[in-house]
């Protein structure tokens, strides 16, 4: 699916990667010599590892191909730590919050707005008030673009999606985490002078906690390459259980009723992956509803034989232990999408589970070639073969490290190609 969005690139892309390898990686760096800045807009929660994983990446991804870029930060939640993650691993960057003197002087003094992957264009009023009240460039690196809901009686979807599109049109860029979204915004009309699929930011995260991670491998007697980590989800995350928000019952009841469908084939594959190799299995999750979901759907119904190599973690973590045991683990199944991404950017093989309600992030594994590794739950054919694609990766970990590190490699290569896009705009 991938090979046409990326080769039918613009002849204007070209041209513009011409001139920024003409003149050089100081790309970066303004006539004038001094360092070009970036109001990068991310960070939206702190509850999930996956979109604390979003800033990290995208920092690093800039960090290791526009070095002389100096970056400011306009995060939604850096709480529960962070904050102190990302000031650990990038020192130099400055955080400007909502309202605070550092954002106006954040406006006043970037270049270019940078918006951050994400389930959509999460910050679509802020690019908004950027665009109105500086008049400078911007871009979208890694979304979704789904189909949308009015969020008043008083506007359609038509509107919304209108909205949107006006505003993706004017950007320098806008890259989407997945094929689908690019040709949906392409049947909407969207505009922008390059749009191309690029990947989620969160492939380039390299947080680290090897404490914390080799503490937790130890107490629970898990051998690095000789354990899969599984992660469960329900259709819709229950945050009525973890945030002040209100009880949806539309949403809790399609879980219950799939909640059972959605993890047989998981369970299942628990079974026989202990049962025909010599693995171990670590029930972790994504954010912070998944563990009580994990132990009811995945753990509890095992037989206590089973359970007796089955690791069940009870707690939520952060994006640098997450890594530091995804790495040193042989592969990943489940029904998440940023714990993949972050196993990939390491060479680490990972299969995904979708369905319509995380939107068409998931396809994003045909985009890279893993389509071998996805398996959409909203089609029955598909669903049988999650079990034997399990057992094999476990099986044959060589070839599923190969399988893992080709997708890798493009995906870093997209990145590359993405960042000489970036710095010809900020060359100007």
């Known amino acids: 699916m991938i090979a046409s969005s990326v080769s039918e690139t613009p002849r204007r892309h070209f041209l513009a990667q011409a001139i920024f390898a003409a003149i050089g990686t100081a790309a970066s760096s303004a006539q004038d010599g001094s360092p070009k800045k970036i109001l990068l807009r991310s960070s939206w929660q702190t509850v999930n590892i996956g979109d604390i994983a979003h800033t990290p990446g995208v920092l690093r991804i800039l960090e290791t191909h526009l070095p002389d870029v100096e970056v400011t930060l306009w995060p939604s939640r850096i709480d529960n730590g962070v904050e102190e993650l990302l000031k650990a691993r990038f020192p130099k960057l400055k955080i400007a919050t909502k309202g605070s003197d550092e954002l106006k002087k954040a406006f006043e003094e970037c270049d270019f707005l940078l918006h951050g992957s994400g389930a959509s264009l999460v910050a679509q009023k802020d690019v908004l008030r950027w665009r109105e009240e500086t008049g400078k460039p911007y871009g979208i690196y890694g979304i979704t673009l789904p189909e949308k809901k009015s969020s008043s009686t008083s506007t359609t979807p038509a509107e919304v999606m209108a909205e949107s599109v006006d505003i993706l049109s004017t950007a320098k860029f806008v890259f989407f985490r997945d094929s689908k979204s690019l040709a949906l915004a392409k049947s909407k009309g969207c505009k922008a002078p390059v749009m191309e699929f690029g990947p989620d930011g969160a492939f380039g995260c390299d947080l680290r906690d090897e404490d914390k991670a ?67 299995i ?44 995804y790495v040193r683990s042989a592969g990943l199944f489940g029904n998440e999408m940023h714990s993949p991404i972050m196993c990939i950017g390491h060479g680490i093989p990972a299969i995904v589970c979708r369905w319509a309600e995380q939107t068409s992030k998931g396809y994003m594994w045909e985009d890279i070639g893993l389509s071998d590794w996805l398996f959409n739950m909203d089609n029955e054919e598909e669903v049988p073969g999650i079990v034997p694609a399990v057992l094999d990766l476990a099986k044959n970990q060589e070839a599923a490290k190969a399988k893992a590190n080709t997708a890798r490699k493009f995906v870093e290569k997209r990145q590359k190609e993405s960042m000489e896009v970036l710095g010809t705009v900020l060359k100007g």
């Open 214 to 280: 080799t503490a937790f491998l130890k107490s629970n007697d898990l051998e690095e390459g000789k354990f899969l980590c599984c992660i469960p989800r329900l259709r819709y995350t229950p945050y009525w259980t973890i945030k002040k928000v209100a009880f949806d019952e539309v949403k809790h009841a399609r879980n219950e009723e799939m909640k059972e469908h959605d993890h047989a084939q998981l369970r299942q594959a628990v079974i026989e992956v202990v049962t025909q190799t010599d693995m171990k």
């Open 282 to 325: 670590l029930l972790c999750p994504e954010d912070r509803t998944q563990m009580q979901v994990g132990k009811e759907l995945l753990y509890d119904p095992l037989p206590e034989e089973i359970k007796k190599k089955v690791v069940w973690r009870p707690d939520y973590w952060l994006t640098g232990e997450a890594i530091s045991v």
